[in-house]
């Protein structure tokens, strides 16, 4: 357990509205030194995550940013420049921007480029944790495309047969647009749960379900205050994808995370980096885009209406729990666990910034 | 069990060199009435999975080729032509080509593509079973290229929650050029395990494990007899990936397979359609090949040199059993089972062609 864990007052859980947080998110970043419209990006992309529900990498993540910023990982300022480009791809030198400042740029990108060519794919060198990929895949979606992330970062998880942390978690993240339903978004690590549910349930002191983790021994455990590394996703093929994800978007921009990490082998710390890969495709050049989602939801309504197998109350097509989980909270606030926070309330103090309204009626 | 699984005649195991399954395979497609070329090359992407030890999708698939030739779903002399094309991206109308000659066909396109444009897209409308997807993303690597392929086909597994095949076990491969070591491939299903191994197990009358499929009822079996639908990779993140996949490709290439299958409810039988998606990746284009290809040796190092946990004999990296296999079996011979030999006299008998020559003092 970390010392801001240890140290951290208790706190009654809260019920703070996504403006609340937002607002206050933007003015903790702004306070450390990120431009204003940057702060409000990355407070933006945070507490999309609080409100469906992917709490794991939601505002609690801002405490760690905070240290990726003290630390020098993550650049307040970078002067993010495109380093090379084809008429389809371009690779963004990221300077080690916050992720999502990253990777909104990417994501971008990559649509003007699937605008002129059908598709394109922005690889982006050297950011930091580029935070949900479904994001950037939703906002693809939302805007007519079909998008495909993924990112690549330090070792985290164990590669099949391995006692220690070799791997990436990395996500993969697939969005396609859809009718009335709104777009589908499939947004999942390579491991059984992501780095970021198991921290969360450290925080939380909530145990883990088993085939989830390791400890430091390589044991399997369910104990979250000694779960270290996560396991990945039906072992091999996990831990596969994680590797085939370093190869295809670090190596390809020449910023190995991986092979350095392990080189290393526990002598000193490498700073933290991230890389990432960011497909778009323009559907409207494809195909008649109003049949494309008229058939997505057709396929959507025939999974859902699917004969369910006895302990399944219902079929849930990807990212329609984190849809109704955004309705829900959009309207009535986000729930926060007391050790978060207390954890912002620290955050707050540090930084003389006003703590978020919280509804403690709930 | 079908008619010709019942009826086979027994056979003694036998041990086959490629070239003589090759000669066989594409005798037998002649027969039929493919083109010679096209005949050898659906028979070479089948030896090469015999090869590779990915038995599944073996010369035991050429009983399946000559039902679809015979049931009019696979067309011997299909007219492939090309029905869209971007800078970077290209849209195959496959004519029920058999799946080896339509990706084959796809791959070379998306390469030539990923030449000018740095990636190219292939998309491939209603060809037939794709085969081994590693074949096509291996042959891109080998070129210097990194490649991903997905495949859509009919619903074969359960999605999530569900009790019937509703979606397909849709597979993955991501290839990239190595050094020293060769390519790494990976070439997974989306299911916990491929049809071809549940199907290569009923063959065999070899028992599964747990957690890999369901019975006609819905209930988990280890009965390869009674085994009928294979579960989704880690439940939701499986059969997510296969939605995904049918959204990005099939209905992209306005050809949807999942929803008109899932609408007949059980009223009459879909024919057999597959479609796909190939991504190439000019590394050239991006990087020093050179060193892309040190560097992905170097990671491969690091990772199986990692410390093991108690079970693991050995760390192994995507495709590198497969490696072994292919150097044993091109040198040793392929190994078949009885059940399998049997099946493929009576194809020898059925197209007047002459049986292969074995080695059974194996």
Redesign the interface.
């Known amino acids: 357990m970390s010392d801001s864990a240890r140290d951290a007052v208790t706190a009654a859980p809260a019920v703070v509205t996504a403006e609340a947080l937002r607002r206050f998110a933007t003015a903790v970043f702004c306070r450390w030194g990120l431009p204003e419209g940057d702060a409000r990006t990355v407070a933006d992309v945070l507490v999309w995550a609080d409100l469906r529900g992917i709490d794991s990498h939601g505002v609690t993540r801002i405490p760690m940013y905070l240290r990726l910023l003290d630390d020098g990982d993550l650049n307040p300022t970078p002067a993010i420049k495109t380093c090379?480009e084809?008429?389809?791809?371009t690779?963004i030198d990221a300077d080690r921007a916050a992720g999502p400042i990253a990777m909104t740029t990417a994501i971008g990108k990559a649509m003007e480029k699937a605008r002129?060519?059908?598709?394109?794919?922005a690889?982006v060198r050297g950011t930091t944790h580029t935070a949900a990929l479904g994001y950037y895949t939703s906002s693809a979606a939302e805007a007519g495309m079909?998008a495909?992330a993924f990112a690549a970062s330090v070792p985290m998880m164990?590669?099949?047969?391995?006692?220690?942390a070799?791997?990436s978690t990395s996500p993969?993240s697939?969005a396609?647009p859809g009718g009335e339903r709104g777009p589908?978004v499939?947004d999942?690590a390579t491991s059984?749960a992501s780095m970021g549910k198991l921290v969360q349930a450290r925080k939380t002191g909530t145990p883990i379900p088993a085939g989830w983790a390791?400890d430091e021994h390589?044991r399997p455990t369910t104990d979250s205050s000694v779960a270290m590394t996560p396991l990945p996703?039906?072992g091999?093929?996990?831990s596969?994808?994680a590797?085939?994800i370093?190869?295809?978007t670090s190596?390809?921009?020449?910023n190995?995370i991986?092979?350095d990490a392990?080189?290393l082998e526990g002598r000193g710390k490498q700073r933290h980096k991230q890389n990432a890969f960011a497909?778009a495709?323009d559907?409207a050049?494809?195909?008649?885009p109003a049949?494309?989602r008229n058939?997505?939801d057709?396929?959507v309504a025939?999974?859902k209406t699917?004969?369910?197998?006895?302990?399944?109350a219902?079929?849930?097509?990807?990212g329609e729990r984190g849809s109704r989980t955004f309705a829900e909270r959009s309207a009535r606030g986000i729930p926060l666990p007391g050790p978060i926070v207390a954890e912002l309330a620290r955050v707050a103090t540090r930084f003389g910034v006003a703590m978020f309204p919280t509804d403690r009626s709930r």
Not at 158 to 164: E, F
Not at 306 to 312: C, F, H, I, S, T
């Open positions: 090379l084809t008429s389809a791809t690779v002129d060519a059908g598709i394109g794919v690889l079909a495909i164990a590669y099949h047969g391995a006692r220690v070799s791997v993969i697939i396609v589908v499939l999942m059984v390791i390589g996703l039906g091999p093929k996990g596969g994808l590797l085939m370093e190869f295809v190596m390809l921009v020449a190995p991986l092979a392990l080189a497909l495709i559907v050049r494809f195909c008649d049949v494309f058939e997505v057709r396929l025939a999974v699917l004969p369910r197998n006895a302990d399944a219902e079929i849930l097509v990807p």
